[in-house]
């Protein structure tokens, strides 16, 4: 159980599993440290004796003791600083007030609401050179508005002349020392406290209907349906890895810290309304995550390197989308707007996916990145190398750093056998959720129904391949062998139990394991010709997998199962695995241009020896080394009529020499074509100046 910590003038005591700057306690007694990024503190002072202390330039960390003990040593001044980066909330500030002998206060000790003057954030409070100790000190946290930062506390314990450490902890502004005692301050120790989260961790809905509800520390949500709304969160918002691959509601709530997403699938994160920084995405159960963004302002979506490996979907309106991870797959949804897109230089090898009705107003390419997917880009800036795009940018700025230039590669339509009729959409993905995110049937003639969707939405064949595997994990078998009847069905119906009509055709391959030996298990397969004469088999001893396989069956992308037990078997917990495959994939001659257009060369220079209209095309155009050209790839050659290139024949000539001074550029591009499919790229020319 998690305990908020108290927060009291003379007495300060920490509850249990209680983040304090860099460590957290806890009760357990073989408890260790652990590391995190909780905010922190660390601090130096001047000492007696000593001059600026620690020695060695250092900085004692939170919870440690700057100055000595049994010395009689006074401390003169102090510098107290935050720690831990990116987890300190922005705009936080630690401030600092002393009392030093002959001086006083150096500001009103007294007046909390406006600390405005105290010395802050690793600036020097007290004195050197004067011999005069410190007496008192009170420390506060504070928010970009100069208000007490909620969420979090800073705590202090003093030793001082005659009373040693006998104080006690104090918080949050409190004095911490003697004044008018002529009493000296000999050592000190700080730590930060963080409050306890409000943790979610049942389904329900939580907020108030109308107003706002302040919470003034962290929120977790930790399970699948919860709903959040009318909530000003003065912390970080967490959804938590128990939230697997479910769904979570944000209805207008705003959320002053980051937004950490470790949990959720693809039906997970609906962000309706309200106010955010940032929403860092780390590594998830699932391996998955959707984050559907409406009416929501201030939306920066981070995909952490922690989300390699990983799909990610976004829908909606997001200011900023950072993508930090290497070999992570980002797509977009329906009506998806995007300010800026930025692919850190880490981020290589990812695949970004923009849906046809996205629009992305600047994007920043720092890695060699695929863009994928016929959404608009009205702005590409291309800072790296082996950049390549399914849809040309409106506009394109490359780094002149840039030696391999980016490289439009466009999937082709393709019309349909026989004429006519509108051009096909590739199938760029898949993903197979279950209703309300089951995967078991835990009753007795109990269904399941799984969904397939296919992306793009307009994609032309959205046919579907289902793999299914049904794992009895609790069959009762009593004192006879028993029967396990699964029947499969992707009939269209609103529920699953009614769509087990006459049944359609499925094509698939299913799989029966971990079932009980020596229990007789029927399959009903969804074929009409063996519906009602269902194959069975027993299992004998030892043998524990037994495979079914019909070819009978029609793709659909409705699956819909229903278990049940006959003679004597009981069913009470079947869990069902399926996964689905789509046409992914181009056309052969689509990937045999894209695969040409990297052969070539992406520069050229033309040496100012060569004379107007002489052939210049095997400069321009040329394979890499250790390339071999595809003749049955034609080449087609732009501009027609360029600066200074031209075609004559299909061949590249010089048309002007660079006359003046500065080396002249034009970039040519080459066009391939094999049966209708065509691929481009673009080779930078540089012609010498004469």
């Known amino acids: 159980m998690i305990f908020s910590t108290g927060v009291f003038a003379a007495d300060v005591q920490v509850g249990a599993d209680t983040t304090i700057g860099n460590i957290v306690e806890t009760d357990a007694a073989t408890a260790t440290p652990t590391t995190t990024t909780a905010v922190g503190v660390e601090y130096r002072g001047h ?100 208000k007490t930062l909620p969420g979090y506390s800073v705590q202090y314990l003093v030793h001082g002349e005659n009373y040693g450490w006998t104080h006690g902890w104090k918080a949050d502004g409190a004095i911490a020392g003697t004044t008018h005692q002529c009493l000296r301050l000999e050592a000190i120790e700080i730590k930060i406290v963080k409050d306890a989260p409000t943790a979610y961790n049942t389904a329900g809905t939580y907020g108030p209907q109308t107003g706002t509800e302040v919470v003034n520390h962290d929120v977790t949500v930790g ?38 997403v470790r949990g959720g699938g693809p039906n997970s994160i609906h ?92 994007a920043v390419l720092d890695a060699a990145v695929d863009m994928k997917g016929t959404g608009t880009i009205n702005q590409a800036d291309v800072n790296a190398n082996n950049v390549t795009f399914e849809q040309k940018p409106v506009k394109q700025t490359v780094e002149p750093d840039v030696t391999v230039p980016p490289v439009v590669i466009p999937v082709t339509p393709v019309t349909p056998p026989g004429g006519g009729g509108s051009p096909s959409v590739a199938v760029s993905g898949i993903t197979v959720t279950g209703t309300g995110s089951a995967t078991t049937i835990t009753t007795d003639n109990g269904t399941l129904q799984m969904l397939a969707a296919v992306l793009p939405t307009t994609a032309t064949d959205k046919s579907v391949t289902w793999t299914v595997t049904v794992k ?51 399959w009903i397969i969804g074929n009409p010709a063996v519906w009602t ?85 095997a400069t321009v155009v040329k394979l890499k080394s250790g390339q071999t050209a595809d003749g049955t790839i034609t080449i087609g050659r732009e501009p027609a009529d360029g600066t200074y290139l031209k075609v004559a024949s299909n061949v590249y000539v010089l048309k002007a020499q660079k006359t003046t001074a500065g080396d002249g550029t034009e970039n040519a591009v080459l066009t391939f074509t094999k049966n209708g499919k065509t691929a481009t790229a673009t080779v930078a020319v540089t012609v010498t100046a004469q």
């Open 47 to 146: 000492v007696q004796d000593y001059g600026d202390y620690p020695t060695d330039g250092t900085w004692v960390q939170g919870d440690g003791q700057l100055g000595t003990t049994a010395q009689s040593k006074r401390i003169e001044g102090f510098n107290i600083e935050l720690t831990g980066g990116t987890a300190i909330p922005a705009g936080a500030s630690i401030r600092y007030n002393v009392h030093i002998e002959n001086e006083d206060w150096q500001n009103d000790p007294n007046n909390l609401t406006d600390t405005s003057n105290w010395k802050a954030n690793g600036a020097f409070a007290g004195s050197r050179a004067k011999s005069q100790r410190v007496e008192a000190i009170e420390i506060v946290l504070v928010g970009a508005d100069g």
């Open 223 to 260: 399970a699948d349906g919860v709903t959040l709304q009318n909530l000003h969160i003065k912390g970080d918002l967490i959804i938590a890895k128990e939230v697997g691959s479910g769904t979570v509601n944000l209805n207008n709530v705003t959320v002053d810290g980051n937004t950490y």
């Open 271 to 362: 962000i309706n309304g309200g106010s955010y920084n940032n929403i860092i995405v780390e590594k998830t159960a699932s391996g998955n995550v959707r984050i559907v963004a409406t009416d929501a302002t201030g939306l920066t979506v981070v995909i952490s390197e922690e989300t390699q490996g990983q799909d990610i979907i976004l829908e909606g309106t997001f200011d900023t989308v950072k993508i930090q991870a290497p070999d992570v797959k980002v797509s977009t949804q329906g009506n998806t707007a995007i300010k800026e897109l930025n692919i850190a230089a880490g981020a290589k090898d990812a695949e970004i996916t923009l849906d046809s009705k996205t629009t992305v107003q600047k």
């Open 472 to 522: 009895a994990t609790s069959v009762s078998t009593g004192s006879v062998n028993g029967t396990l009847v699964v029947t499969l069905s992707n009939q269209v119906a609103t529920t699953p139990a009614a769509a087990f009509g006459t049944p359609t055709a499925l094509n698939n391959t299913v799989s029966l394991t971990g079932l009980v030996a020596g229990t007789t298990y029927e």
């Open 533 to 617: 004469a269902p194959n069975t088999f027993t299992l004998g001893a030892g043998v524990t997998t037994k495979d079914l396989t019909d070819t009978g069956f029609v793709n659909g992308a409705k699956l819909n199962i229903r278990v049940k037990a006959n003679a004597g078997a009981a069913v009470s917990a079947v869990q069902v695995l399926t996964v689905a495959t789509a046409n992914i994939g181009m056309d052969a001659d689509q990937v045999a241009v894209n695969a040409e257009a990297l052969k070539y060369e992406t520069a050229a220079t033309i040496a100012k020896t060569v004379a107007v209209d002489e052939d210049v095309d």
